[in-house]
């Protein structure tokens, strides 16, 4: 039995490395500093070891040939899912370029609404530290920080020390749309952060409003989706105050049509603030399982964030017309190749296509895929690189047992070298 | 395997060779002695070079090739990917190009001009991993990366409490070996922190509202650091009040300032500003020359910039935040990053009749030719910032070639015409002295020791060309280009695909250095000390990637 420290996770986004780990064969127990996020996904048991064809257990080497072969006979294969670490989505790339997929990261809608704002205006944001050190004002739209990250006020917000603040404690939290779920928020002196709250599909509105307080641009109105003006008009004065503001938001917890107008106000507002002499940043939450690791690894190696069509000979980005899902809806695809080593309950979509499932040990299907090959998960099963939501830090994941599972990448790079082969002949 | 490369006209600086008739020949990936006459051996592969140039493969000492700041200008950007989609080949990866190229397509562009290494010049630490991975996806080349300091809290902190300089060094080694990189950088020194502060502008003797510290004394603690650890490469400076009219003076202090320490002020076109005439933007580049002539411990790139669309990436957030009104096509993005730097991505087109912008295109040039030696300026447009690496044969024409520069300046806005002294230069860049700027001196300047000559010893990195009078199409497509002994180019085309090195040094620190740093990091840091540190495995891991170190200067341990 070994303990493993400093363990980092690459399950939370928020790039959590403080885990405490004990190994026992190939269980594995949380010790500390486990959350709700990472605990389950890091302790959760291995079950398949043996890769499938038609639900019949055959060697990794025929699994593999079975995957060429469907990707080599396509006309339009789809990788879709493109959850693991780096080398992972170098792989999926790679294979990719070699037989005219299309490529398309699992949770690209809701990055898509950030894409769409830092393609048309750009942004200015920060990373943790900063926010650990710096951050006076913590605004956050439309999200329930504590349910996306547990442990991001404790480890953030709450801190014994910060860097630049006298009192770490006396940070203003405020959150406009929804509120918190639970207490994570309330100030180790006791203060409960401000609540403004209001549905998401008033917060195109209220944001317009703050901006035009911030601008100090005449209104008419004495109230906003329930909010009084003064309420925004204080808030407008705290970030004005504020020496170090941050507003945070969550493309995926915005989930409302043409929500990216939304991320776009956010980001204008903090740029605006910026133009009238006082510093304030953005922090967009994200970069769960991989997402962030897949956009970064597209974007040096395509150009472009994880939605890429290679059918032409090169990679094409449209943020809307090679959205996967909607490409398998429409019968556009007839190979889907699922790649998601974190997540076993995120199995392919039953598409009435052949599909190969390249993912964690222990996928459940609603259907049994034609070939399934169970892989590592990247910081537990093999050592690796993901990046955590800033975009900035990539983390270094270790290896912590010896479960004899493959890596992502191991088994793309064996399914692209078949490719290759088949395109020489 | 024992290859020729028989009777091309050879320019290798490093060995005192100006366009002689000589053989060369090849035997494990290094360049070795000619064999004796008689000794009966077997030559494997002739190349029949009578009449070509044979020069080293070229090194780029400053170019964004790998790094966050980067892959954000890529994101950014994907109207200008369109325009430049690059289809996979039988042998080679899709990808796009212009501007910003991915990955895969800047090492084949890259070889296909004929260079065979290239620098990434600004490592912040904290992602010095995204920086090797970007490298470590860019075929062919070498490559290596220049660690930034200046701005980070921790450098500020020690420099606060005035801990002294044996402190600094152990701090300045400790994090060039965790972040694996061959030089140090500082980027506006201390400016990007005080950005941090909502400080906008920062003087070179200006301090930091919350740490007593002003960029001059930031300048010399780590210059001083890097000559006493024995690291090769100079200090490496981007200096303060980068595009600011009337900068020249800054520059000419911070020159003044280091007192006779070895430096590298990087795109020094950027700083070679004065603020006269009827726009309040004139050339500096007389004053700048000549006190590069005069002080032989300054060297400097120019950071050219060069007419068309491309985009501004740098670390230097606060002047990027400045320029962002200029942001063509109109979006931009800025950074604080980790209490260790920050960034500024800003696209931008330079116009030929736009009177800064052709200004600058002047600038750049008046100080190519009035710098006289060449072994201390070198050739770069600080790509992409000043113009995309794949113009440098162009470049290349405008100092070679004085009538061509000529007809150029004549189309440039007749206002900055008249404020450059540009016509009255008659200098044209020899073969031998483009073969220094961009060969023998930096590899030297970098400190790569095995590199960037054709004498036995070196590894075979070289690049063979037809001459041609039009010297832009004859720096575009050399003949040639072999990597480490391999063919990798020819005819300008990629015909194998190599994965090169990364470049490295390891100077020495006391290892109880990590007790305070480790505190640091669990207090205010978001991550911890053991996984900062970047591990051989993360290059050798893929079978690709490899490192290699270079030894320290003047025995230093
Ligand atoms: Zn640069």
């Known amino acids: 039995m070994a303990k493993i420290t400093e363990v980092p996770s690459p399950f939370c986004g928020v790039g959590t490395d403080d885990l405490v780990v004990e190994v026992d064969g190939t269980t594995l127990t949380v010790k500390e500093n486990g959350c709700a996020v990472n605990t389950p996904a890091f302790e959760q048991a291995i079950s398949d070891l043996k890769p499938r064809i038609n639900g019949e257990e055959v060697e990794l080497e025929q699994a593999v040939a079975k995957a060429a072969e469907l990707l080599a006979n396509s006309y339009q294969p789809l990788i879709g899912g493109c959850a693991s670490d780096v080398n992972g989505m170098r792989g999926v790339l790679a294979v990719a370029d070699h037989c005219g997929a299309v490529v398309d990261n699992i949770n690209f809608n809701a990055a898509r609404r950030n894409y769409l704002t830092m393609q048309d205006s750009g942004w200015m944001n920060t990373t943790l530290a900063e926010i650990k050190n710096r951050c006076d004002l913590l605004v956050l739209v439309g999200v329930d920080l504590e349910a996306f990250s547990p442990r991001f006020f404790e480890q953030y917000i709450w801190c014994d020390d910060a860097m630049y603040l006298d009192n770490a404690a006396a940070r203003q939290i405020v959150y406009l749309g929804k509120a918190p779920s639970g207490a994570a928020s309330t100030s180790p002196d006791g203060a409960a952060a401000k609540v403004l709250a209001c549905d998401d599909a008033d917060l195109p509105e209220l944001l317009a409003v703050l901006a035009a307080l911030l601008k100090k641009q005449p209104l008419q109105v004495e109230a906003v989706a329930g909010i009084a003006l003064p309420e925004l008009q204080t808030l407008a004065e705290q970030l004005m105050n504020a020496k170090y503001g941050v507003i945070s938001w969550a493309a995926s917890a915005l989930d409302f049509s043409q929500a990216e107008l939304t991320v776009q106000s956010i980001c204008n507002t903090v740029k605006e603030i910026n133009d009238l002499g006082v510093r304030c940043s953005g922090f967009p939450l994200g970069g769960k399982k991989g997402d962030v690791t897949a956009n970064q690894v597209s974007g040096w190696i395509t150009g472009y964030p994880a939605r890429v069509a290679f059918n032409r000979g090169y990679p094409e980005y449209d943020p809307f017309l090679y959205d996967g899902m909607a490409m398998l809806s429409n019968g556009e695809v007839d190979v889907l190749l699922w790649v998601e080593a974190f997540n076993s309950e995120a199995a392919p979509p039953s598409a009435g296509i052949p599909t190969i499932a390249v993912g964690r040990s222990g996928m459940q299907f609603e259907k049994e895929p034609d070939v399934f090959i169970p892989v590592g998960t990247p910081g537990i099963d093999h050592a690796g690189h993901a990046y955590r939501l800033d975009n900035v830090v990539a983390l270094r994941l270790k290896k912590l047992r010896d479960s004899g599972l493959p890596s992502t990448a191991e088994v793309l790079n064996a399914i692209e070298n078949l490719l290759q082969v088949k395109n020489a002949d | ?557």
């Open chain 2, 1 to 557: 395997m024992l290859i020729k490369l028989k009777g091309g006209k050879v320019f290798d600086p490093a060995a005192g060779v100006d366009g002689k008739t000589q053989d060369i020949y090849i035997q494990d990936g290094k360049i070795v002695k000619a064999p004796k006459q008689d000794a009966g051996v077997k030559i494997d592969k002739e190349y029949d070079l009578q009449g070509k140039v044979v020069m080293a493969g070229a090194i780029d000492m400053h170019t964004h090739i790998g790094g966050g700041k980067g892959n954000i200008a890529r994101i950014l950007l994907p109207e200008d990917h369109r325009a430049d989609p690059v289809v996979r080949g039988q042998i080679t990866r899709s990808g796009c190009g212009h501007v910003m190229p991915s990955t895969y397509v800047t090492g084949y562009r890259y070889a296909e001009m004929g260079y065979t290494a290239a620098f990434e010049p600004a490592v912040l630490p904290v992602n010095a991993r995204q920086a090797h991975m970007e490298m470590g996806d860019t075929p062919i080349l070498d490559k290596g990366g220049y660690v930034m300091l200046g701005s980070d809290d921790y450098l500020l902190r020690m420099m606060t409490a005035n801990k002294d300089q044996q402190a600094i060094n152990d701090y300045v080694a400790w994090t060039l070996q965790a972040a694996k990189g061959i030089g140090i950088k500082v980027v506006n020194a201390g400016g990007i922190n005080a950005f941090k502060f909502n400080q906008r502008q920062l003087d070179l003797d200006e301090k930091n509202v919350y740490y007593d510290v002003s960029p001059r004394q930031v300048l010399q603690s780590l210059a001083t650091a890097v000559n006493q650890l024995g690291i090769p490469h100079p200090l490496h400076v981007h200096g303060c009040n980068l595009g600011v009219p009337g900068n020249v003076e800054t520059t000419l202090d911070t020159i003044q300032g280091i007192g006779g320490l070895p430096m590298h002020l990087t795109h020094i076109q950027f700083h070679s500003y004065g603020a006269e005439g009827d726009f309040k933007f004139s050339s500096g580049a007389a004053q700048i020359a000549e006190a590069i002539n005069k002080n032989k411990n300054i060297t400097a790139d120019v950071g050219q910039i060069l007419f068309g669309q491309t985009v501004t990436a740098s670390g230097d957030s606060m002047h990027q935040h400045a320029n962002h009104q200029f942001a063509n096509p109109s979006k931009w993005v800025c950074m604080d990053i980790e209490c260790d730097a920050g960034c500024g991505v800003v696209p931008f087109k330079y116009r030929d009749q736009n009177f800064v912008n052709a200004l600058q295109w002047a600038i750049g040039l008046e100080i190519f030719l009035l710098v006289d030696d060449p072994w201390r300026v070198f050739l770069t447009t600080d790509h992409p910032n000043g113009a995309p690496f794949t113009s440098y044969p162009h470049l290349i024409r405008l100092l070679m070639d004085k009538s061509f520069r000529n007809d150029m300046l004549a189309t440039i806005h007749p206002e900055a015409q008249k404020m450059t002294t540009l016509a009255s230069i008659d200098r044209e860049y020899s073969l031998q002295e483009i073969a220094i700027m961009t060969r023998a001196g930096a590899a030297k300047l970098v400190g790569l020791h095995d590199r960037g000559g054709l004498s036995s010893g070196n590894w075979a990195d070289i690049t063979v060309y037809t001459e041609h009078e039009d010297r832009q199409r004859m720096f575009e497509k050399p003949d040639y280009v072999f990597k480490d002994g391999q063919l990798v180019v020819k005819d300008g085309e990629v015909v194998k695909v190599t994965w090169g090195t990364t470049h490295i040094v390891k100077p020495d620190y006391d290892a109880s250095v990590e007790k305070d740093l480790k505190k640091y990091f669990d207090r205010y840091l978001t991550m911890k000390l053991g996984n900062f540190k970047i591990s051989d495995d993360e290059f050798t891991e893929d079978g690709r990637g490899s490192l290699t170190e270079h030894p320290l200067k003047g025995g230093a341990a």
